[in-house]
């Protein structure tokens, strides 16, 4: 069973840095995807980045350019590094594993793979930009 830790939240003033660490403990397969999802108060859930197991990156529009999402696959960790913060992040931070792998890679496969499709979540962590 594969466990999501996320660690780095806290208080920032506008205009202001954050690095944001998950690390997963247990079997999490080298090519799952990782990525970190925010909700804010009153708010639905929002994808804010994620990594492929390629390696290929994406990001939500209101973030990039200020965030940037990396991993250590030997470690089973993925970071956020967030720059130039506003009021408007202030959020829940949730780290995401998932094996929903790409089309790429399922048609180098005969066939799907046992571990396909599985989701794991971490607790949160609360980042809050403020003066």
């Known amino acids: 069973q594969v466990q999501l830790e996320e660690s780095g939240g806290g208080l920032v003033q506008p205009g202001g840095s954050l690095r944001l660490s998950c690390s997963a403990s247990g079997s999490l397969f080298s090519r799952a995807a990782m990525g970190w999802y925010r909700q804010a108060p009153g708010k639905e859930r929002e994808s804010v980045a994620s990594?492929?197991?390629?390696?290929?990156?994406s990001y939500a529009d209101s973030v990039k350019g200020r965030f940037t999402i990396s991993r250590d696959i030997a470690k089973n960790a993925v970071y956020l590094q967030m720059n130039s913060l506003k009021p408007e992040d202030t959020a829940v931070y949730y780290c995401n594993a998932n094996t929903h792998y790409s089309i790429s890679y399922l048609q180098t496969l005969t066939s799907l793979p046992p571990e396909y499709g599985m989701d794991y979540w971490g607790k949160g962590t609360l980042v809050t930009v403020s003066s």
């Open positions: 990594i492929s197991g390629e390696g290929s990156t």
